[in-house]
């Protein structure tokens, strides 16, 4: 038997452009995020899944001796945020390490000290973008690798689509961020995007919630490593800015980030429940 492939003409072509323009994501009824009665259960949510993404930035390797850090906005008050402990690798953070510092740099509550980098930095993101509840930098492998070439991701896979049109990038590197001044400036860059690569650096996310925030920085990382591999070996195809867009308006949401997160939530939950205590 012979096998002839389908060929697709002109009008056709322009039919099935046409009607993908229509298809829409759905959202699934079922998977909506949490609503909460009272400030006390919100912070208790925001708290568990901060310390859950930690974990999973662990396992991901994500961890670089005491470089990293994940924030989260109080929902009380929202000009704290809280911040893993200063020292602490991943692997070993749970809920009851977490530590509260005020815009000022004090430690509200908690018995660790902060990384003063991580004050410098996530401050000013939080103070730049009110609806930013969550910021994510660590200084994983293919990320900073990636931000060594000083360029932005291109649509070249579907996930990378993601960042279509919605990450910027740092093109500066004056040493580790103590400064606020410095903060500020990659608040600056980083702008109304979901994500900023900071050149000779690494990757920072922000999100409407910690899942999507972990979640972009996670993309964003097997991103950065899809096309470190595809340059290695050839040119690769970039995706057709119609479709890159639109690609973008599908996987690129809010809440598909924080849908893309519930499969890890309910695995590290499994795997290392010691993580809620």
């Known amino acids: 038997m012979t096998w002839t492939p389908w060929l697709i003409d002109g009008s056709a072509k322009k039919k099935e452009k046409e009607s993908r323009r229509k298809v829409k994501m759905t959202k699934t009824i079922s998977l909506q995020p949490a609503t909460f009665n009272t400030m006390e259960e919100e912070r208790n949510h925001r708290k568990e899944r901060l310390a859950a993404s930690f974990r999973l930035f662990s396992k991901f390797g994500f961890d670089e001796g005491i470089a ?14 809280w911040v893993n402990p200063f020292g602490m690798h991943f692997s070993q953070i749970s809920v ?12 509200v509550e908690g018995e660790h000290s902060v990384n003063g980098a991580a004050f410098a930095i996530h401050s000013e993101i939080h103070k730049a973008r009110p609806d930013a509840i969550a910021a994510a930098h660590a200084h ?34 004056t040493g580790v961020v103590y ?13 109304q995007y979901k994500a900023v ?20 920085f996670i993309t964003m990382e097997r991103s950065c490593q899809a096309q470190i591999m595809a340059e290695s070996v050839g040119k690769p195809i970039f995706i057709e800015e119609e479709y890159a867009k639109l690609t973008a308006e599908q996987t690129g949401t809010e809440y598909e980030g924080w849908l893309s997160f519930q499969p890890l939530w309910d695995k590290i939950r499994k795997e290392q429940p010691d993580f809620l205590k």
């Open 68 to 81: 990293g850090h994940i924030t989260v906005r109080d929902p009380k008050y929202t000009d704290y945020f």
């Open 96 to 107: 009851s390490d977490l530590i509260l510092v005020n815009h000022k740099g004090d430690i």
């Open 140 to 173: 994983s492998v293919y990320g900073k690798t990636w931000s060594s070439l000083g360029r932005l991701l291109d649509p070249i896979t579907q996930d990378a689509c993601q960042f279509y049109n919605d990450h910027a990038l740092f093109d500066d590197f």
């Open 179 to 191: 400064a606020s001044e410095e903060g500020k400036r990659i608040a600056k860059a980083l702008g």
């Open 197 to 216: 690569i900071l050149r000779n650096h690494g990757l920072l996310t922000v999100g409407q919630s910690v899942d999507s925030a972990a979640w972009w």
